[in-house]
């Protein structure tokens, strides 16, 4: 028996190995959000218009789901996925609430003036503390958040390609 236990341990890592390869939608380069199930981080932060009300952490409590969206003006991919997020807003009725990260509040209104804004209200985070306390790894990223403020979801990079359509719409309606 002691002579195959090698053979034996050599098979189940190329099986574990080849199941983790073979797994359908798992990105290996993503770092999983420890926030999944937890409150929304408590914050507050300005609007981005001069003459808009702040972005505080309350504004995701409001019964009904809540996409929450970090971008930024100089962000190539947040660009790719705007969009998908004009989509989520306009054809399926989304509350989309974006989050402006380390950007100034002038840029970004210039972005979404150039692209659209399907953003319900927006927050500029200008020094990145709330992308930290959300657990941001970099822009865009994209968190769902049910009517009782809890992280459900969570879409790392872009929402480009099928990714709306098989990865994000599917969470928006397992809540509704």
């Known amino acids: 028996m002691q002579r195959f236990a090698p053979l034996i341990i050599v098979l189940a890592l190329a099986g574990l190995f080849f199941m ?3 797994q ?6 993503e770092i999983k959000s420890v926030m999944i199930g937890k409150p929304a981080p408590a914050f507050s932060i300005p609007g981005l218009e001069a003459d808009a009300p702040g972005l505080t952490d309350a ?19 947040c660009r ?10 306009r054809e ?31 927050g500029a985070d200008l020094d990145g503390r709330v992308a930290i306390d959300w657990g941001v790894t970099g822009v865009p990223e994209t968190f769902l958040v049910d009517g ?10 872009p ?7 098989a990865q994000v719409l599917p969470a928006l309606e397992a809540l509704k």
């Open 92 to 122: 399926h009725g989304a509350t989309v609430i974006g989050i402006a990260y380390k950007d100034t509040p002038d840029r970004s209104l210039a972005f979404l003036d150039e692209l659209g804004n399907p953003f319900a209200k927006t």
């Open 20 to 22: 983790m390869m073979t």
């Open 80 to 89: 790719a996925e705007h969009e998908s997020l004009m989509a989520l807003a």
């Open 159 to 165: 929402i480009v390609g099928d990714g709306l359509e």
């Open 59 to 77: 504004d995701l409590r409001t019964g009904e789901p809540v996409l929450v969206n970090f971008f930024a003006s100089w962000c190539v991919p």
């Open 24 to 29: 359908e939608g798992r990105n290996p380069n």
């Open 148 to 157: 009782s403020g809890t992280i459900v979801y969570r879409h790392w990079g």
